[in-house]
């Protein structure tokens, strides 16, 4: 619970407000000003919520400028180093490390639910085959409401904890039915003797054809990436997830639309992008001339893979994704690869750059996410499905923090308007 024991005093036009200010348990204290309208008739500014906290929460906290991501007040390092996916969404939902036999409870309950409804393979079935598949996952999640109606009640805590653990259990299986649809491939059925990555590796690179063995490198590399993407707190995609789900709508709605958000070039489609960007590059003498572009004023082109509105210092989940990439490519014997080496130069000269220094642009977790995920031989187009599929967790625990809160309210920003005033109708002829 936050303390609220200090005030900010608002002057304008001859009025004085005062706006208590609440203190978080680590952070910046934040000026409460939903009275504001109220006691001043003003509102505040603040497109692209810079400055603006738009909720309280438990999950996920932040320090842009020490480079600090903490889940439920756990490094990313140590979860990254020492825990597994499942066990991090465990911790996401229910706010504590589970005991062995809670992890064992909820591995079960996540297990029994990691098939679709089989008349769902007839949604896959009316998209162009060569859909990319995040649009095909915006519509078999959003479809998902049209099948499991026993958990679309939203007032009833258990049928919220149901449609949490469907969706943990059956987006990787979307996912992977996504790509498998989208290269003319047969569906590959779920495997339950199989853990949560190597079941998802399975149903991606598996065909009916032959026997297929997990690699445990490449799965605990998938587990990782799974695990460094699962929250990240009040990011576009969540917010979109919050704000959907602040009206009411099913959880799977919700969900369906944090998807959609999180496509952007912006958020998690930076890592199809970057590794485009590095494709595109080609080779190490190029660099110079992307390098002038993004600085460039008048070119829209920005380096993929660089830069956070929240990190302006470094991007934690860079770092361990830094240190699995080179485990993984060294073990795969692919260090030498040229988008790798592109990718190595590109970073050594952006970080000594006076114009990436100074505007504090660093790799963020989509620069290596893409080479990694290149190298287990995923196509790009597999790359934002697989963080939507990670991320689910941490949109879900938002959706259930805010649905279980008495005081929520429907999410409804004001605006500033800049178009005409009042005037007169004029009939066709006169324009
Ligand atoms: N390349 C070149 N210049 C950049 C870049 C970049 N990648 N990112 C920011 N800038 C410049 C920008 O032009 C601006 O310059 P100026 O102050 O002179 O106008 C300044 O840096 C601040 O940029 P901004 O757009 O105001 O910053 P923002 O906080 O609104 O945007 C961002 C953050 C991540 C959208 C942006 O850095 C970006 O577009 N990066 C590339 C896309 C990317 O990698 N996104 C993944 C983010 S991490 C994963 C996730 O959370 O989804």
Known sequence: MAETTKTATLTFEGKTIELPVHSPSVGPDVIDIRKLYAQGDIFTYD?????????????????????????????????AEKSHFLEVCYLLLYGELPTAAQMEDFETRVTRHTMV???MHNFFRGFRRDAHPMATMVGVVGAMSAFYHDSTDI???????????RMIAKVPTIAAMAYKYSIGQPFVYPRNDLDYASNFLRMCFAVPAEEYQVDPILSRAMDRIMMLHADHEQNASTSTVRLAGSSGANPFACIAAG?????GP????????????????????RIPEFIARAKDKDDPFRLMGFGHRVYKNFDPRAKVMKQSADEVLGLLGIENNPTLQVAKELERIALEDEYFVSKKLYPNVDFYSGIILDAMGFPTSMFTPIFALSRTVGWISQWKEMI??????????????????????VDVEGR
């Open 266 to 285: 912006a958020h998690g489609g930076a890592n199809q992008a970057c590794l485009e960007m590095l494709r595109e590059i080609g080779t190490v003498d």
């Open 259 to 263: 998807i959609a958000c999180l496509w």
């Open 47 to 79: 497109p692209g919520f810079t400055s603006t906290a738009a909720c309280d929460s438990t999950i996920t906290y932040i320090d842009g400028d020490k480079g600090e991501l903490l889940h439920r007040g756990y490094p990313i390092e140590q979860l």
């Open 155 to 165: 007032t009833d805590p258990w049928q919220r904890e149901v449609a949490a653990i």
């Open 404 to 425: 279980g809160d008495p005081a929520l309210k429907i999410g409804r920003p004001r605006q500033l308007y800049i178009g005409q005033t009042r005037r007169e109708y």
């Open 117 to 119: 409804h089989e008349q």
